[in-house]
């Protein structure tokens, strides 16, 4: 119990600060960000404003919470490394693609909160050499 309570500290860390974000279930975030990529490939933009803001805003939040992770732990009550290892040359936009891609493929998590997927997909796509103790 002790050692579950210590892997999800940090995860339950994250969603409060995406929250409310965070308590969507994760087929709004494939809708609204599905139409931005999509945008994105054609580098035309038919996407709402607020729809472009909300998906840039929220993949950015969560590569924040990552970098305060991987910046020396110099969070409180956490020893917990990196999310995710994006590479250097990784954008905003990189993330929401990888998001997405990760939602179409698997539609099954449409009804898991958005954060959890967002953080699964990122992981996947972007590990660390030093695993991530959620979800192992």
């Known amino acids: ?3 579950s ?25 494939l809708q ?16 709402s404003a607020r729809d472009v803001g909300w998906c840039f805003g ?14 020396g732990n110099n969070v409180p009550y956490t020893t917990q490394p990196a999310f995710y290892c994006p590479p250097e ?13 990760f939602m179409k493929s698997h539609p099954y998590d449409s009804r898991v909160d958005q954060v959890y997927v967002a953080l699964r997909a990122m992981r996947e796509a972007w590990p660390c050499k030093t695993p991530w103790a959620f979800g192992r």
């Open 1 to 3: 119990m002790r050692n």
């Open 5 to 29: 309570l210590r892997a999800t500290g940090p995860l339950v860390l994250a969603a409060s600060f995406l929250a409310p974000a965070a308590l969507a279930q994760s087929y709004t975030f």
């Open 32 to 47: 609204r960000c599905s139409r931005v990529v999509a945008d994105l490939d054609r580098d035309h933009f038919s996407a």
């Open 58 to 71: 929220y993949v950015q939040s969560l590569a924040d919470l990552n970098q305060l992770f991987e910046t």
């Open 89 to 101: 040359t990784a954008k905003t936009s990189d993330g929401m693609r990888v998001i997405v891609k």
